[in-house]
């Protein structure tokens, strides 16, 4: 098989039951004209994933690259596998329980063939988990349309000033293509290990080397939403995903240095989806040293004012503070 221009990457761990879906996603925009590959990194995982992807290989409908790890290596090295057993000139990471929208490989095709821009940036779709009900599109930027940055003619910190949301610096994996010459060229890719973030790291050195980033406006990839009825802070999630968001700080630091306009722009971008209401919410649900670890990270990532509030603002007032607020939803 030639080289294909562009390979879809899945990391998965025990989603057989979504991965079928992720998969067909693809396999139904595939024609003679459009030929990719499907790159697959399976996390050691106990379900019926092997079985299931070498059903898929056998129909030989198009070159699907399966591989599995002896041991779950992390979600971050499974990242990283992925695209390491990529052969096309461009990969889209798409999540195993996430699916490509339709005709969106076309889409991204005729972009890498006219532009060939560097990296490519795209809005989702968010549907229920069952994908019966669209909720919303996703709305990063502070812009509408599809808009390029040159970064060999403007700096990093111009693009971020116009980025509303956290997926706009690649926390949604299924929302990124980009060329693999560059992200091969990146050292140290397992620096940030751990953070579920190593990823992002990768993407963000390749733009401060001087490239080109496309922001399509249009949704091309459609992924569930774990809808959550705590109306108070919207969809909080996991606890612990509030110290993992701020792992971009440390890695713009790393990037672009403590005083730079870059960490200052990330800094911005993280206040606005943990803004006040969110904090607050969080400081009822964990008990009092999670609570002294929130104050301690708001004090040495510098959101001082935050850090005063949380710190004066009595806890058990916290309770009536979200009846009140419920009440008048």
Same mark, same amino acid.
């Given at each position: 098989?030639?080289?294909?221009?562009?390979?879809?990457?899945?990391?998965? =761990?025990? *989603?057989?039951?979504?991965?079928?879906?992720?998969?067909?996603?693809?396999?139904?925009?595939?024609?003679?004209?459009?030929?990719?590959?499907?790159?697959?990194?399976?996390?050691?995982?106990?379900?019926?994933?092997?079985?299931?992807? $070498?059903?898929?290989?056998?129909?030989?409908?198009?070159?699907?690259? =399966?591989?599995?790890?002896?041991?779950?290596?992390?979600?971050? *090295?499974?990242? %990283?596998?992925?695209?390491?057993?990529?052969?096309?000139?461009?990969?889209?990471?798409?999540?195993?329980?996430?699916?490509?929208?339709?005709?969106?490989?076309?889409?991204?095709?005729?972009?890498?063939?006219?532009?060939?821009?560097?990296?490519?940036?795209?809005? *989702?779709?968010?549907?229920?988990?069952?994908?019966?009900?669209?909720?919303?599109?996703?709305?990063?930027?502070?812009?509408?349309?599809?808009?390029?940055?040159?970064?060999? !003619?403007?700096?990093?910190?111009?693009?971020?000033?116009?980025?509303?949301?956290?997926?706009?610096?690649?926390?949604?994996?299924?929302?990124?293509?980009?060329? !693999?010459?560059?992200?091969?060229?990146?050292?140290?890719?397992?620096?940030?290990?751990?953070?579920? =973030?190593?990823?992002?790291?990768? %993407?963000?050195?390749?733009? $401060?080397?001087?490239?080109?980033?496309?922001?399509?406006?249009?949704? %091309?990839?459609?992924?569930?939403?774990?809808?959550?009825?705590?109306?108070?802070?919207?969809?909080?999630?996991?606890?612990?995903?509030?110290?993992?968001?701020?792992?971009?700080?440390?890695?713009?630091?790393?990037?672009?240095?403590?005083?730079?306009?870059?960490?200052?722009?990330?800094?911005?971008?993280?206040?606005?989806?943990?803004?006040?209401?969110? %904090?607050?919410?969080?400081?009822?649900?964990?008990?009092?040293?999670?609570?002294?670890?929130?104050?301690l990270l708001m004090h040495n990532l510098g959101y001082y004012k935050e850090y005063m509030?949380?710190?004066?603002?009595?806890?058990?007032?916290?309770?009536?503070?979200?009846?009140?607020?419920?009440?008048?939803?």
């Open positions: 098989m030639n080289k294909p221009i562009l390979s879809i990457c899945i990391p998965t =761990y025990n *989603r057989a039951e979504f991965l079928s879906e992720a998969i067909e996603s693809v396999l139904n925009q595939l024609t003679e004209d459009i030929k990719v590959e499907i790159c697959i990194s399976d996390n050691a995982s106990t379900d019926n994933t092997e079985e299931l992807v $070498k059903k898929y290989q056998e129909k030989e409908i198009c070159n699907i690259i =399966y591989h599995k790890n002896h041991e779950n290596i992390g979600a971050d *090295r499974n990242f %990283l596998k992925v695209v390491e057993i990529a052969n096309g000139e461009y990969c889209w990471y798409l999540g195993s329980d996430d699916k490509i929208s339709p005709s969106s490989i076309n889409k991204i095709l005729n972009e890498i063939s006219n532009n060939k821009n560097d990296i490519y940036l795209f809005n *989702r779709e968010e549907y229920t988990m069952d994908f019966n009900h669209k909720i919303s599109n996703s709305s990063w930027f502070n812009f509408k349309g599809d808009r390029e940055f040159n970064f060999d !003619k403007i700096e990093v910190a111009q693009y971020l000033k116009d980025v509303l949301d956290l997926g706009g610096i690649f926390s949604f994996i299924s929302s990124i293509v980009f060329k !693999k010459e560059n992200w091969d060229l990146v050292k140290n890719k397992e620096k940030y290990v751990g953070t579920l =973030y190593s990823h992002t790291y990768v %993407l963000t050195n390749i733009l $401060k080397q001087k490239r080109k980033l496309k922001v399509i406006d249009t949704p %091309l990839v459609m992924c569930r939403i774990n809808n959550s009825d705590n109306t108070f802070c919207g969809i909080l999630g996991d606890y612990r995903r509030l110290y993992i968001d701020y792992y971009n700080i440390l890695i713009y630091i790393d990037i672009f240095g403590m005083d730079s306009k870059e960490v200052y722009y990330v800094k911005e971008i993280l206040l606005k989806q943990r803004n006040l209401k969110v %904090l607050l919410a969080i400081s009822l649900l964990i008990d009092d040293e999670e609570h002294k670890k929130l104050l509030i949380l710190k004066i603002f009595p806890k058990r007032l916290l309770p009536i503070v979200k009846k009140i607020y419920k009440a008048l939803k």
